[in-house]
């Protein structure tokens, strides 16, 4: 079984890549910068572009089987509006064109899901993420409403803030406002979620928030 991976570079990347070796997937990783992943250069194949480049995005995604994107803002690197957005709008084109119907990406909070009840701590968060980081948190919430309008079999997993540190302990998965979720998830937790999502069916079209039993 073939991943394509977006979004593997950052400092969850490693452990998403790790993950799917472990499991026996077959991985391909898109990357702006290939020596961002020297390390996996004998393990995995490695596709270089960036995410308005379709052709190269095309080729990651051929054949596989499953997309999983950790793709997240980064104003450092682009001052355009809504980059996440805008990349996934391609991804999720090119997704179509070959008829690869699953995709798990990870988004936050900010993206509201219809099923969450009232949750303050939460709320309070998003607000305050709202005032800091204004268009990270615009370019989070469009890429949630982007994916759930698409007709693919998507899943947005919902995260708090990540910590270092492998699969510790049990995981909470569930609604903001009707599930106690914690405010901390350690990266190993994310990356075996993320897979155990490929194969499972039950958060097709939903949006699970997950977090470190606290």
């Given amino acids: ?14 452990y998403i890549i790790e993950e799917g070796l472990r499991r026996g997937y077959e991985l391909s990783a898109y990357t702006r910068e290939a020596a961002k992943l020297s390390d996996y250069a004998s393990k995995i194949e490695i596709i270089t572009g960036d995410l308005k480049n379709r052709e190269a995005i095309r080729r990651t995604i051929t054949g596989s089987d499953a997309v999983i994107s950790a793709l997240g803002p ?3 690197k682009t001052q355009e509006p809504r980059p996440v957005m805008n990349g996934l709008r391609n991804v999720i084109s090119v997704m179509d064109e070959l ?19 009232f949750d303050l701590k939460s709320k309070a968060l998003v607000m305050l993420f709202k005032v800091i980081a ?26 708090p803030f990540l910590k270092e540190g492998p699969v510790d302990g049990g995981l909470a998965v569930g609604s903001y406002g009707r599930t106690k979720l914690g405010m901390k998830l350690s990266r190993g ?19 699970p928030g997950i977090a470190d039993h606290s």
């Fill in 1 to 14: 079984m073939k991943i394509a991976l977006f979004g593997s570079t950052g400092p969850t990347g490693k």
């Fill in 74 to 76: 980064n104003g450092a």
């Fill in 99 to 117: 008829n690869i119907r699953r995709l798990i990406q990870v988004s936050t909070a900010s993206y509201r899901d219809p099923k969450d009840g």
């Fill in 134 to 159: 204004r268009s990270s948190y615009d370019d989070i919430k469009a890429t949630g409403e982007l994916i759930a309008g698409s007709g693919l079999d998507w899943t947005l997993v919902r995260i």
């Fill in 189 to 207: 937790h994310l990356a075996k979620f993320l897979f155990d999502q490929v194969s499972n069916r039950e958060f097709v079209r939903a949006a």
